[in-house]
């Protein structure tokens, strides 16, 4: 069976540090889980080059994909407020566990995406993802003279 290791240092005094008393304090170190609220998950290598195109309303990946025909985004929530998107192909809905693929393609996505709005499609062999962006109050309202109505 398997252990799981954590790392961490405890408050202990050895014989060797009882001489010594500033070395005997040490600090304790514990390692932090990698959570993040928002995480992209694309069906391709880890390896593999992705066009990242970031605009005022979304953020656009683009990778060559000449196997993939039909994808779909899906929406996973991991935990409350922790959401996944998996972009995987129509057909692999219900993947049997020997299939996983661990060594796939992940990128942390902004808290001010809008991940329920994801859409996949494949054209021309290129694999587009789009995930929009959430709208602030001030792209509606408009910045500056140039949204300030001017009577003539």
Same mark, same amino acid.
């Given at each position: ?12 005094? &050895? ?55 039909? %994808?779909?985004?899906?929406? $996973? ?8 998107? $998996? ?46 962006? &959430? ?16 009577? %003539?």
């Amino acid at each position: 069976m398997a252990r799981k290791r954590n790392i961490a240092v405890q408050n202990q005094l &050895s014989p060797l540090f009882e001489a010594e008393p500033e070395v005997a304090t040490t600090k304790k170190l514990r390692r932090l889980p990698h959570v993040f609220t928002r995480v992209l998950q694309l069906p391709i290598p880890a390896d593999a080059d992705v066009s990242f195109h970031e605009a005022p309303n979304c953020f656009r990946f683009v990778v060559e994909t000449p196997e993939l025909v039909q %994808v779909e985004a899906h929406i $996973v929530q991991i935990h409350p407020g922790m959401t996944k998107v $998996v972009v995987s192909e129509t057909v692999s809905l219900c993947i049997p566990f020997e299939d996983l693929h661990l060594d796939v393609w992940r990128t942390r996505l902004p808290d001010s995406t809008r991940p329920d709005l994801t859409t996949a499609v494949v054209v021309g062999g290129e694999l587009v993802v789009t995930v929009p962006k &959430s709208v602030r109050a001030d792209d509606l309202r408009g910045t500056g003279a140039a949204s300030t109505p001017v009577l %003539v």
